[in-house]
Every structure is written in structure tokens, then in C-alpha cells.
């Protein structure tokens, strides 16, 4: 059974940064694609940021210039760094990892999340 697991999270004060881990378990197989989402209450979840195997990269309009996504193909691991924090980034934040294998078919994964809070 394949696993995301988040961590990083927490409070931080407005500007400054935080760096979320995501690791997985119980892949064969290399993700095609990995990135991060996130949702505030009451709002939709959003786009972050996502990274192909093949290093493309993707970002949400809200954190273009802000933050950076990594990751490491080889462990099926990705990183997020948050800088510039913002109250708007508050949120829960969500590992994905999505594609499909010949032979066997498509998959979309997600961690359990979590909280990023940007607060004075």
C-alpha cells in the first residue's frame, strides 16, 4: 500500500519560511509527476506546485517567486520551500503523487496533510 507522508508544517511569522517533506512508501514504481496543494478553510483545494519526473516544474499563480519545489525521483520524495510567508498561505497542505504504468494503470496519491500557519 503505497504511503505519503507530510511534514515540515507549523507556525511561522508573516516572511518568514518553512520547508515541507514529503516522503513515500510502498511504491514499485517512480511517480510520473509529484507536487503539493493546499486548502484554507472554506475555500476549494488550490494548486502549489508540482514536478514532473523529468524536472518540468508547475506553480500556483499565489506562490510563483516565492516558493520552490524539489524532489527526488529516485526515493519518490519532494520538498516544498516556503519563503515570504503570507496569512494567505495558511492552509493545509497536501503530498500528491499522480501518472499511470503501462500495464497496470493510472494512480493519484495523497498524504494525510499538513498545517501551515502564518500568523504575527
Known amino acids: 500500500q503505497v504511503q505519503l507522508i507530510e511534514s515540515g508544517g507549523g507556525l511561522v511569522q508573516p516572511g518568514g519560511s518553512l520547508r515541507l517533506s514529503c516522503i513515500s512508501s510502498?511504491?514499485?514504481?517512480?511517480?510520473?509527476?509529484m507536487g503539493w496543494y493546499r486548502q484554507a478553510p472554506g475555500k476549494q483545494r488550490e494548486l502549489v506546485a508540482t514536478q514532473t519526473s523529468g524536472s518540468g516544474t508547475n506553480y500556483g499563480d499565489a506562490v510563483k517567486g516565492r516558493f520552490t519545489i524539489s524532489r527526488d525521483s529516485v526515493k519518490n520524495t519532494v520538498y516544498l520551500q516556503m519563503n515570504s510567508l503570507k496569512p494567505e498561505d495558511t492552509a493545509v497542505y497536501y503530498c500528491?503523487?499522480?501518472?499511470?504504468?503501462?500495464?497496470?494503470?493510472?494512480?493519484?496519491?495523497w498524504g494525510q496533510g499538513t498545517q501551515v500557519t502564518v500568523s504575527s
Open positions: 510502498g511504491s514499485r514504481f517512480r511517480f510520473n509527476v
Open positions: 500528491n503523487a499522480v501518472g499511470s504504468v503501462a500495464g497496470w494503470g493510472s494512480y493519484d496519491y
